[in-house]
């Protein structure tokens, strides 16, 4: 290293990288990048590690998972040329939108100026392309207040404390949608057989979730009945939209890691998808794609919203306290917020 270089400390590195400190220690556990160490243990980021963390950053916007970017980095091209697709196509649908939104716009600035548009003809248009596309009154603990959706992407995380009411919102939200399902955790008692039975009735279908396996184990995930449940989910033909109760039961982290990747890549372009979790592998804030949204039930009851993956928007912050790792959530899983009566009554 050279000497005149100061090197950086964790926080400056991924200030600098336009990255979280959590980002650089997720490459770091994945091992694809080894911060160097001061006399007292600080993790300290010089010119070389710079540079390595600058790539993996840059592959990881295009939308690589960690197991893809380690095999760019060691040589193989062809990890990136599946993401360079996906993220050409995104960006070519981005592209029509913004086209459609700037024809109309000259459209009504040429009507106002030969004086052709009133003011409530105005209004009409620019609302054209913003219509809601779900709206329904909330279910209690709501006391009928209306949630209201104006675009729904193709991917969709529900998130909130426990006891916040994500599984009523959900089930409320599959039956205003036309073409859902719910996807719940009856999935994993017996699911072994029960994908077993749908898998040998159906080949074409067995043939899909052959692939996705393979691609999944390939990035490290652990083939279980509880993955086979919801990749049989995934793949099944007929269903346009699917909202997936707690999509982490009983997956490991190096397996959910893969999963959202699949997700990303592959199920949600053929399907609407809404994941119901509170595990930080499933939803990282950190490498949320342009055009998905986070659906947060807050603790206190209000109104379920809408928040943006953007830090210091409204919500961000209590999405992140939402959120635990796959570690955290095994040794929670089944506990349920309780307070005692008594407590109740002094409260009241």
């Not at 290293?1 to 979280?20: E, F, H």
């Not at 980002?23 to 243990?41: C, F, M, V, W």
């Not at 010089?46 to 295009?62: F, H, S, Y």
């Not at 960006?91 to 030969?114: E, H, N, P, Y």
């Amino acid at each position: 290293m050279n000497p005149r270089v100061r090197p950086l400390s964790a926080s400056q590195a991924a200030a600098r990288l336009g990255v979280s400190v959590k980002a650089l220690r997720l490459y770091e556990q994945s091992g694809l990048l080894a911060p160097n160490r001061t006399s007292a243990g600080w993790r300290s980021y010089g010119p070389k590690e710079m540079i390595r963390a600058g790539q993996i950053a840059t592959l990881r916007r295009l939308g690589l998972s960690l197991a893809e970017v380690g095999r760019v980095l060691e040589g193989d091209p062809s990890a990136l040329e599946c993401a360079l697709a996906a993220q050409e196509a995104r960006l070519r649908d981005q592209a029509l939108q913004i086209a459609d939104t700037l024809s109309r716009v000259r459209r009504l600035r040429s009507g106002i100026i030969q004086g052709q548009s009133s003011t409530a003809e105005l209004v009409v248009a620019l609302d054209a392309g913003t219509r809601l596309a779900v709206s329904f009154d909330l279910p209690w603990p709501w006391n009928g207040e209306t949630f209201e959706m104006r675009d729904i992407p193709s991917l969709s995380f529900i998130t909130g404390p426990l006891g916040s009411g994500k599984t009523r919102f959900a089930q409320r939200l599959v039956e205003t949608l036309h073409d859902a399902k719910f996807v719940g955790l009856d999935r994993i008692a017996g699911s072994g057989a029960d994908s077993r039975a749908r898998l040998d009735e159906d080949p074409a279908l067995n043939l899909r979730v052959e692939q996705a396996l393979a691609w999944l184990t390939k990035e490290g995930a652990r083939n279980s009945p509880a993955l086979m449940a919801l990749l049989v989910a995934l793949e099944a033909e007929g269903l346009t939209i699917l909202v997936i109760d707690m999509v982490e039961q009983e997956l490991d982290q190096a397996t959910q890691e893969a999963l959202i990747s699949y997700i990303r890549n592959c199920a949600s372009k053929r399907r609407t998808l809404f994941l119901m979790t509170r595990s930080s592998s499933i939803l990282d804030l950190d490498t949320m794609g342009g055009g998905e949204v986070v659906i947060l039930c807050p603790a206190n009851h209000n109104p379920p919203t809408c928040v943006l993956p953007n830090p210091g928007t409204p919500g961000y912050e209590a999405v992140a306290t939402c959120l635990a790792t796959p570690a955290v959530r095994a040794r929670t899983h089944g506990v349920i917020a309780w307070r005692p009566p008594t407590a109740l009554c002094d409260l009241a």
